[in-house]
């Protein structure tokens, strides 16, 4: 089976820099996307940044120039820098994954989530 655990959440600062990670661990037999979450308090799940197997990135516009993904494909691993915290940063950070199963299907998987507060 495949697990994803996130890493690196805490009460941070504003203005101060946190440093998520996810690692991808199981029978995975190629790993399509990769992306972050989040989920604030009384607020719908929103999508925070992508990125491809090959290295494309998309962001949220509110994060852009902030935040930062990147993955290690050799660990199945995935990063979110985030710099410039801003209360409104507050939230549950899932991590996600699109992965692809030996038999040819493409199966979501999440993570149990993190959380970043971000006092001001």
């Known amino acids: 089976q495949v697990q994803l655990v996130e890493s690196g959440g805490r009460l941070v600062q504003a203005g101060g820099s946190l440093r998520l990670s996810c690692a991808a661990s199981g029978s995975i037999l190629r790993i399509n996307t990769m992306a972050w979450y989040r989920q604030a308090p009384g607020k719908q799940r929103e999508l925070v940044a992508t990125t491809t197997s090959g290295g494309s990135t998309d962001y949220l516009d509110s994060v852009k120039g902030r935040f930062t993904i990147s993955r290690d494909n050799a660990e199945n691993t995935v990063y979110l820098q985030m710099n410039s915290l801003k209360p409104e940063d507050t939230a549950v950070y899932y991590c996600?994954?699109?992965?692809?199963?030996?038999?040819?299907?493409?199966?979501?998987?999440w993570g149990r989530g993190t959380q970043v507060t971000v006092s001001s």
């Open positions: 996600y994954a699109n992965l692809q199963s030996y038999s040819g299907g493409a199966y979501p998987a």
